[in-house]
């Protein structure tokens, strides 16, 4: 069965420290896909990456990062130099095209709170 | 204008009455979902629909019903609201998976209900 885990339940952390939010993931599939999300205190879900599981590359895109491990069947994503704007919850999800014909399977979320 | 909009955006109503959430998207996207959010649970898939004439239960579908009225159109019904379908409702939608498509999803604003 397909699995998503986001261990940290909450994160604290001062601004412009780098904090890393951790996702493990389990499928059968030998392709699937990832993704972040991004959930403000305002509530709407923002729609961060999405890696496929051919794409070990990691990538950045400003202070963002995210790092894919298949070997871990990890998929953690790094912020930088953190600011308050950055407070959220995190959403990591999966996609397989087999046992869940590409539906979202969503970890719980991780709370992260950046204190200025 | 947004691509994902959602109406009522909140609604506070009596346990045992009907209540009809509204979904509309000019993405132009096949898939539609409608999941709900508890604290601490994350995203939980009740329908989901991939055209018009394709309507799928989904994890938490009990107490549910929806109706896809066209591509860009996708309710989600209680018929006798309960409390504990207090929660915040969001709908989705995505493009056809596979073949190069793009199937992130995305979120309407989401409904907070409370059922009293």
């Known amino acids: 069965a397909q699995k998503v885990t986001q261990a940290q339940t909450e994160i604290s952390v001062v601004e412009k420290e780098d904090v890393t939010l951790d996702c493990v993931y389990e499928?059968?599939?030998?392709?699937?896909?990832l993704f972040w999300y991004k959930q403000p205190p305002s509530g709407e879900l923002v729609f961060l990456i999405r890696?496929?599981?051919?794409d070990e590359q990691n990538e950045i895109s400003g202070r963002y990062s995210w790092n894919f491990q298949k070997s871990t069947s990890s998929f953690n994503f790094t912020i930088t130099a953190s600011q308050v704007v950055d407070s959220a919850v995190y959403f990591c999800?999966?996609?397989?095209?087999?046992?869940?014909?590409?539906?979202?399977?969503w970890g719980a979320g991780t709370k992260l709170i950046i204190k200025p | 204008d947004a691509d994902v909009t959602q109406t009522p955006r909140n609604r506070i109503t009596k346990t045992g009455k009907r209540i009809m959430l509204e979904c509309s998207q000019t993405?132009?996207?096949?898939?539609m979902y409608w999941y709900r959010q508890d604290p601490g649970l994350g995203l939980r898939l009740i329908y989901y629909?991939?055209?018009?004439?394709?309507?799928n239960k989904g994890e938490i579908s009990d107490g549910y019903s929806v109706s896809r009225q066209a591509q860009a159109k996708f309710s989600l019904s209680l018929e006798s609201a309960i409390p504990n379908q207090t929660a915040l409702y969001f709908c989705?939608?995505?493009?056809?998976?596979?073949?190069?498509?793009?199937?992130?999803?995305?979120f309407g604003p989401g409904t907070r209900l409370t059922v009293l």
């Open positions: 629909s991939f055209d018009v004439k394709d309507i």
């Open positions: 999800a999966l996609s397989e095209p087999m046992d869940s014909n590409y539906q979202l399977i």
């Open positions: 890696r496929n599981s051919f």
């Open positions: 499928t059968r599939d030998t392709t699937y896909y």
């Open positions: 989705a939608t995505s493009d056809v998976a596979g073949a190069g498509g793009r199937f992130e999803q995305f």
């Open positions: 993405k132009g996207h096949d898939r």
